[in-house]
Each structure stands twice: as C-alpha cells, then as structure tokens.
C-alpha cells in the first residue's frame, strides 16, 4: 500500500492550499484517512481525520479553518487549508487505515512521505 501526498509549497499568510493524497496497492477497503503534521523538533500533531461514512475530526487550532474531505471510489483524501498563518508551517502527512484483506479487520497503518507547506510572507 502506498500513500502519494501533493499539493504543498509556499503561501503567503491569509492564503489558501489544497492538499491532497491517493492511496494505492492491495486494498480491501480504507477506514480512516486523515492529515497530521510536524514541525522539526516537535512531536507529529493531528490536523484532522475522516472516516469511511464522513465523519470529521478537527484540531482544536483549525479553528475552522481547514475542511477534510474524501472521495472513497478514487480512495482520495484532502485538506483545503484557508487563512493559513506562519503557525501552519510543517511538514503535512496524510495516513490511511486500510484493510488489505476482507479478514484484517482493524486495518493496518499507512503513512505517505509527507509534503512542505511554508507560510510566509
């Protein structure tokens, strides 16, 4: 199973980034999908997180700003990131609880390689 993240880069402050991340390879189906991010030197945070029937989980710090959406037959998961603040800027990670079989139940872990965002004027 692998995770392909895009959509990073530079963005001055008050600006917009839509991120997004396909999971491909021996799927069953997909749980869990979701976005975490770190900043060097500190732990890997939750942004936010979605499940199979679409329903969200915001960071207390989105403050609203950030909508997490999927679409479940491209087994796609994205980010639309809006008012972005210097704060924002980490490395972005997407994940994926996946079932590779009917009978892994709890799905397995899946991490993409992450992706810059740098808020900065």
């Known amino acids: 199973v692998q995770l392909q993240a895009s959509g990073g880069g530079l963005v001055q402050p008050g600006g917009s980034l839509r991120l997004s991340c396909a999971v491909s390879?021996?799927?069953?189906?997909?749980?869990?999908m979701g976005w975490y991010r770190q900043v060097p030197g500190n732990r890997r945070e939750l942004v936010a997180a979605i499940n199979s029937d679409g329903r969200v989980n915001y960071a207390e710090f989105v403050d609203g700003r950030f909508t997490i959406s999927r679409d479940n037959p491209r087994n796609k998961v994205y980010l639309k990131m809006e008012s972005l603040q210097p704060a924002d800027t980490a490395v972005y990670y997407c994940?994926?609880?996946?079932?590779?079989?009917?009978?892994?139940?709890?799905?397995?872990?899946?991490w993409g390689q992450g992706t810059q965002v740098t808020v900065s004027s």
């Open positions: 994940y994926a609880k996946v079932r590779t079989t009917p009978w892994n139940t709890r799905g397995s872990d899946f």
């Open positions: 390879g021996s799927i069953f189906s997909v749980n869990d």
